[in-house]
T-cell receptor, first 114, second 111 residues
Framework: KAGVTQTPRYLIKTRGQQVTLSCSPI?????VSWYQQTPGQGLQFLFE???????NKGNFPGRFSGRQFSNSRSEMNVSTLELGDSALYLC?????????????FGPGTRLLVL | GQNIDQPTEMTATEGAIVQINCTYQ??????LFWYQQHAGEAPTFLSY????GLEEKGRFSSFLSRSKGYSYLLLKELQMKDSASYLC????????????FGKGTTLSVSS
């Protein structure tokens, strides 16, 4: 069974631009969560989608948004990029999104904002 | 507030045993996870505890005390390949799978 895939793997943008990242969950998984990982803050939860609905949201500004499609694939968008948005963006999928379910992480998209 | 603490770095030698501690204070609790992350790779699941006690899985064991807000990951018979970052995470939402992560413990295993 294929794992979680994320595209692109690497991205360089400049301040003020916007970016869209994509995540394809493991086949049959319906929950997708997004995390930002930086050396200083570690892994921080962005949002979770289940059945095309945002179920939980972390403490990030409105510039960070996401959506999920009917095939469970998910995208996240960051508008008006800032230098501090440089990070590894990880998505994770789980089967039904229930409490205690194991999340499986993709390889991440490394974003560099110049 | 939500807070998860774990040591930043630890070192150990091959064949030894190491215990990585994690303390947490969260507004909710739906279980505690441990993930392993090698440099440049995605985190991979190691263990999940939702009830108090010890869960053993091969060379790795994880312990939870909910009353103390405390967990540890025990790694036995250390190997060089165990050099990685170990992430403690708590499921803190009433619904869904959102995890609050600690900043991770970087373990270096030397020969």
């Amino acid at each position: 069974k294929a794992g979680v895939t994320q595209t692109p793997r690497y991205l360089i943008k400049t301040r003020g631009q916007q970016v869209t990242l994509s995540c394809s969950p493991i086949s049959g998984h319906r929950s997708v969560s997004w995390y930002q990982q930086t050396p200083g803050q570690g892994l921080q939860f962005l949002f979770e989608y289940f059945s095309e609905t945002q179920r939980n949201k972390g403490n990030f500004p409105g510039r960070f948004s996401g959506r999920q499609f009917s095939n469970s694939r998910s995208e996240m968008n960051v508008s008006t990029l800032e230098l501090g948005d440089s990070a590894l963006y990880l998505c994770a999928s789980s089967l039904g999104g229930g409490q205690g379910e194991t999340q499986y992480f993709g390889p991440g998209t490394r974003l560099l904002v110049l | 507030g939500q807070n998860i603490d774990q040591p930043t770095e630890m070192t150990a030698t091959e064949g030894a045993i190491v215990q990585i501690n994690c303390t947490y204070q969260t507004s909710g609790f739906n279980g505690l996870f441990w993930y392993q992350q090698h440099a440049g790779e995605a985190p991979t699941f190691l263990s999940y505890n939702v009830l108090d006690g010890l869960e053993e899985k091969g060379r790795f064991s994880s312990f939870l005390s909910r009353s103390k807000g405390y967990s540890y990951l025990l790694l036995k018979e250390l190997q060089m390949k165990d050099s990685a970052s170990y992430l403690c995470a708590v499921g803190a939402n009433q619904a869904g799978t959102a995890l609050i992560f600690g900043k991770g413990t970087t373990l270096s295993v030397s020969s």
